[in-house]
């Protein structure tokens, strides 16, 4: 099973850079197979997906964040990496990884998630 774990800084000023990261281990970023996506979810709200990384380094994003959001892929470190630009305290959340297999149609493993907040 492909395990992921999410790491960066626990706390950001507003109007810095989010850089988060997550280690991918028993799986490649490099399977066709395989979509790594970016999900947070804020207190008290739904769960929201930021975007995702295939293979070749195609991102997707969602629309209210492509403006300041960069995915990129690290495939020496087998990582996955996410930058949120010019954060406000509504970017306080919970972030996680989740792959998604374009075989199996679904979701089919997640990190733990890591708590970021946004504030001065």
């Known amino acids: 099973q492909v395990q992921l774990q999410e790491s960066g800084p626990g706390l950001v000023k507003p109007s810095q850079t989010l850089s988060l990261q997550c280690t991918v281990s028993?799986?490649?970023?490099?399977?066709?197979?395989?979509?790594y996506n970016w999900i947070r979810q804020s207190p008290g709200k739904e769960l929201e997906w930021l975007g995702s990384?295939?293979?070749?380094?195609?991102?997707f994003y969602n629309p209210a964040f492509k403006s300041r959001t960069i995915i990129s892929s690290d495939t020496t470190r087998n990582l996955v990496s996410l930058q949120l630009n010019s954060v406000t305290p509504e970017d306080t959340a919970t972030y996680y990884c989740?792959?998604?297999?374009?075989?199996?149609?679904?979701?089919?493993?997640w990190g733990q998630g890591t708590q970021v907040t946004v504030s001065s």
């Open positions: 990384a295939t293979r070749g380094n195609i991102n």
């Open positions: 028993g799986g490649s970023i490099t399977n066709a197979d395989y979509v």
């Open positions: 989740a792959l998604w297999v374009l075989s199996l149609a679904d979701f089919d493993s």
